[in-house]
């Protein structure tokens, strides 16, 4: 659905992607996982066609680069910043931005009432968006990058700023847009998020891609060994093991155990193996 | 085309959830032109004050007396003079009108009931309608005060119905309703001898006539326009402006806040080319400068008097104003990337602008060496064509210099905004 090929994009000597490549396959979720900073939404910016690379090619579902106005009805993004018109309603705005990427007027009020009961914000369509919570202008910078129907969606931090309850409730709508075939690229600095809704994660900092595969694949490849952490008759032990339940048998069978727990990495710990800092640095 | 109207719409709308860009768009121009119109002395005659010509031609005991008691109605100051200088004064715009009094009227006024009845002409000029209305009520009341002598004076009313029976009976020409006539005259005759016919003290004599006792025609007199008619003239074109100023003002800073709040990215996301956002930033601001124009002077129409010599004119200097003014809201919006940056040069700019192009002091009253200066701003000639189509009697060729060059100053402004824009 999206196909990028070593694009590079500078501003003077900074270069702020750098020979990226990635696939992202129909239908599925990627996450692009890295720090501030790293250039993930300079990358999406080049992969919606708002930048344009100094080098290298973006392809949307083979329909060509997305400077194109055709191939970018394809799109539907969710910036980082909250993109609002705060003194419309939020139907107002979602029927002006369908009416953007060229709906009828009846196509749009269709679409504005499917994407307001995405969000949850059916009740509060017809009040400003000034009027909105943080958490909903969230929802409905998602439901503005729904409203136009399109394949692929690209939502660059969708959770910045957000409490935890309205975090839940966009993982909600993107898993069921995923349950409805829809291509997601998502964004975030937060592993956690990562972890739960993506199928594949690249992970990126200084405008490189370090690594691309699934949760548990980065896991296996970069994270180490898991520790079995022992507490008994010997004291606490922490132990590196591929096979911490033979492991801990062996243990058993030597001294008596108390207490135990396996800790296995995580995407933060594959990042600090990977860059030799923090994904919150 | 959908897109444009569409980002036009919502242009349009958030102008309207944005009570100080509204006031500045059409209040505050209001509150410039009616105040300073005012302040400079309003309508030329105020509706209070009819100045008009009295022109005696008929010189009989009637006619004076007609005239004594035109003279004493309130809010009309009379100006005997002869029917050459009278028309001349309504066609300068010195008086309102003329009220002739032609000859035949003392004649006519003695025989109310049969014959031509007395006559009135008014010599008006066919725009000012509402005076022309509140003087034929004015004289007509006057000739009717004229019948009251005839219900009060039985002597008189003898003689005159005494008269028209027997012009009646004399007269040779085909009179429809004669015996009718003949007959009401001689039972009004029966009646002005009875008892019940002599006035009470007190009573008043004052009734409703079924028939005309004077008869008002009325003459048009266009008027030689050397000068505004009235302050509001003067005052509406420059309030007009500063509205437009506020328009273009608000639209370049509503173009400035898309930058700065990101709607600008998404909309640069979405299949829309910069060209289709610059088209309904322009559309929208086009039309509200349009819509500005087109209140305030209807407004003016209505309430104060300000009447176009040419509305087709007007509608033209109007549309290239707006064009001119879009124009400029384009180079104003890239004057700077924040809100405070692009406020702060606008009005830096502007303000000169409007100095100098009559905005503040009219033009007609600018000092002779502060006009050639005028020439470069375009405020000066947005006022021009305004005036030319109010006042200044401008011909369509006349109208074409101040056209054409608020349209340059549009295209103009309009390319070189969008040139700065696509690149930042």
């Known amino acids: ?281 | 085309m959908r897109p444009i109207l569409a980002l036009a719409a919502k242009d349009l709308r958030l102008m309207s959830r944005n009570r100080a860009h509204l006031f500045f768009a059409f209040g505050w121009p209001l509150v410039v032109a009616v105040f300073f119109g005012l302040l400079f002395g309003g309508p030329r005659e105020s509706a209070a004050t009819l100045k008009v010509a009295l022109v005696d031609e008929d010189g009989t005991e009637a006619s004076q007396a007609f005239a004594d008691r035109l003279a004493k109605t309130d809010g009309l100051t009379l100006s005997p003079m002869a029917r050459a200088d009278a028309l001349t004064a309504v066609r300068r715009g010195t008086l309102t009108g003329a009220v002739i009094v032609t000859h035949g009227f003392g004649e006519a006024s003695a025989r109310p009931f049969f014959g031509v009845p007395a006559e009135i002409s008014l010599a008006m000029d066919p725009s000012r309608r509402a005076e022309a209305a509140m003087l034929e009520g004015i004289v007509t009341g006057a000739g009717m005060q004229g019948m009251e002598r005839l219900f009060t004076d039985t002597s008189y009313s003898k003689t005159i119905i005494d008269d028209a029976l027997r012009d009646l009976s004399t007269s040779q020409d085909r009179v429809e309703g004669r015996d009718q006539l003949a007959r009401f005259l001689g039972e009004l005759r029966s009646f002005v001898d009875s008892p019940a016919a002599r006035p009470r003290a007190g009573s008043s004599t004052t009734g409703d006539s079924a028939w005309k006792p004077v008869v008002v025609t009325k003459t048009e007199v266009a008027t030689e326009r050397h000068g505004p008619r009235n302050a509001f003239m003067v005052t509406f074109p420059q309030g007009v402006l500063w509205g437009v100023i506020g328009c273009a003002f608000g639209f370049a800073l509503s173009l400035v806040i898309e930058r700065t709040r990101g709607t600008l990215t998404r909309l640069q996301m979405s299949p829309l080319a910069r060209a289709h956002v610059l088209a309904g930033k322009a559309l929208a601001c086009f039309l509200t400068i349009l819509a500005v124009q087109a209140l305030l002077f209807l407004v003016a129409r209505a309430a104060l008097g300000v009447v176009p010599d040419s509305w087709p004119l007007l509608a033209l200097g109007s549309v290239c104003l707006a064009i001119a003014f879009v124009g400029l809201m384009m180079v104003i919006s890239v004057l700077g990337r924040t809100e405070q940056t692009v406020g702060g040069t606008a009005w830096a700019l502007l303000l000169p602008l409007s100095m100098l192009g009559g905005g503040m002091i009219p033009l007609f009253a600018m000092p002779s060496w502060m006009l050639p200066l005028s020439n470069v701003s375009p405020v000066k000639w947005g006022i021009l064509a305004l005036e030319g189509a109010l006042w200044r009697g401008f011909s369509p060729a006349e109208m074409l210099a101040p056209c054409a060059i608020l349209v340059a100053v549009g295209v103009a402004g309009f390319a070189i905004g969008a040139r700065v824009f696509s690149r930042t």
């Open chain 1, 1 to 281: 659905m999206l196909r990028i090929r070593s694009i590079t994009k500078r501003y003077g000597d900074i270069v702020a992607v750098d020979s990226l490549s990635l696939e992202v396959h129909r239908g599925e979720i990627f996450g692009l996982l890295g720090p501030n900073g790293a250039g993930k939404s300079t990358t999406v910016h080049l992969a919606v066609g708002l930048l344009a690379p100094d080098e290298g090619t973006v392809d949307i579902g083979g329909r060509g680069a997305p400077r194109n106005p055709d191939v970018r009805r394809l799109i539907g993004v969710a910036p980082q910043a909250l993109s609002l018109y705060d003194e419309l309603t939020g139907e107002e705005n979602l029927v002006f931005l369908a009416r953007v990427y060229g709906l009828g007027a009846a196509r749009a009020r269709d679409r504005t009432r499917w994407a307001l009961e995405i969000a949850g914000l059916t009740d509060r369509r017809r009040d400003r968006v000034a009027t909105y919570s943080g958490g909903m202008k969230r929802r409905l910078n998602l439901a503005a990058a729904l409203v136009h129907e399109p394949s692929l969606l690209l939502l660059d931090e969708p959770t910045v700023g957000v409490d935890p309850q309205s975090r839940n409730a966009i993982f909600e709508r993107i898993e069921t847009l995923r349950a409805g075939g829809c291509t997601i690229v998502y964004t975030t600095h937060y592993m956690e998020e990562a972890a739960r809704l993506c199928d594949r994660v690249g992970i990126v900092d200084h405008g490189r891609l370090l690594a691309l595969d699934t949760v548990d694949g980065l896991v296996a490849a970069h994270g180490g060994e898991p520790v079995l952490v022992v507490r008994g008759e010997r004291g606490e032990q922490r132990i590196p093991t591929r096979d911490p339940l033979a492991t801990l048998t062996r243990l058993a069978a030597e001294a008596r155990v108390d207490d135990f727990r396996v800790e296995r990495a995580n995407l933060e710990q594959v990042f600090l193996r990977l860059t030799g800092r923090s994904l919150r640095d």
